[in-house]
């Protein structure tokens, strides 16, 4: 049940509703004594009813003891605020969601094409190695790759010198030490880099073929390779 208050001598009625808005409560008791709760809690419900209080205050207040409004028309101000907040954030996430599913058909252009992501292992068929390439944080005196087949035994140490921060492609013919041909299989890859004797960090890149697309769970579009892993757009060093 509705009720409504009169206040000031000019006899302006206040809503039940309004009061529980100015004494800071949420719900009404019914004729039968349950509760329910009040609606219209929205910064926009909210705004309108701190604008009725507002009025009700300045029409009734003593002439020569005018009430003190600042407060809330400070807690109007807030509201405010907190609306626009509401809205910038609805903005972003319309945009955030344009943007992946612009970042899915950018990335769907790249379904066929090799690519370098972070990875450990490469491939030896027929004479020839699977691509890979390193990553280095900053520039290097020295930089070498050593390769190990699956026993975990080194085969070769790629020396590939002084090097500048960022990607290196490496191209190599999958010989061991002694310069043979190495056998068909899986082979490891480590790099190290050197700083003045220091070692410095390096990340080593396998190639592998994209092959199709998916939504990862942080909604970001992620790249299936055909090595069986799956990388996100970020993670990808380089496009052969």
Do not use: R
Not at 84 to 104: D, F, H, K, V
Not at 180 to 201: E, H, P, R, V
């Amino acid at each position: 049940m509705t009720t409504n208050t009169t206040i000031g001598s000019s006899g302006t009625t206040v809503s039940q509703t309004l009061l529980d808005t100015m004494n800071g409560t949420n719900s009404s008791t019914s004729s039968t004594g349950s509760t329910s709760s009040t609606s219209g809690t929205s910064a926009t419900d909210l705004q309108n009813t701190f604008l009725q209080l507002l009025v009700a205050q300045l029409k009734n207040q003593d002439p020569t003891n005018p009430m003190d409004s600042s407060q809330m028309t400070s807690q109007l101000a807030q509201i405010s605020t907190v609306q626009g907040i509401s809205q910038l954030n609805t903005s972003l996430s319309s945009l955030s969601t344009q943007l992946a599913a612009g970042q899915q058909s950018q990335a769907a252009l790249l379904i066929g094409s090799t690519v370098l992501a972070p990875g450990s292992s490469i491939s030896v068929a027929s004479g020839k190695a699977s691509a890979f390439g390193v990553t280095l944080a900053n520039s290097v005196s020295d930089l070498q790759v050593v390769v190990k087949n699956s026993a975990g035994t080194i085969v070769n140490t790629i020396d590939l010198g002084k090097q500048s921060a960022g990607t290196i492609p490496v191209g190599w013919t999958p010989t061991d030490s002694a310069g043979n041909t190495l056998a068909d299989g899986t082979y490891t890859i480590t790099a190290t880099g050197t700083i003045n004797g220091q070692q410095a960090t390096a990340t080593t890149l396998t190639g592998a073929t994209v092959e199709s697309v998916v939504t990862q769970s942080s909604g970001t579009a992620g790249l299936v390779l055909s090595n069986g892993s799956t990388v996100g757009l970020t993670s990808v060093a380089a496009i052969l």
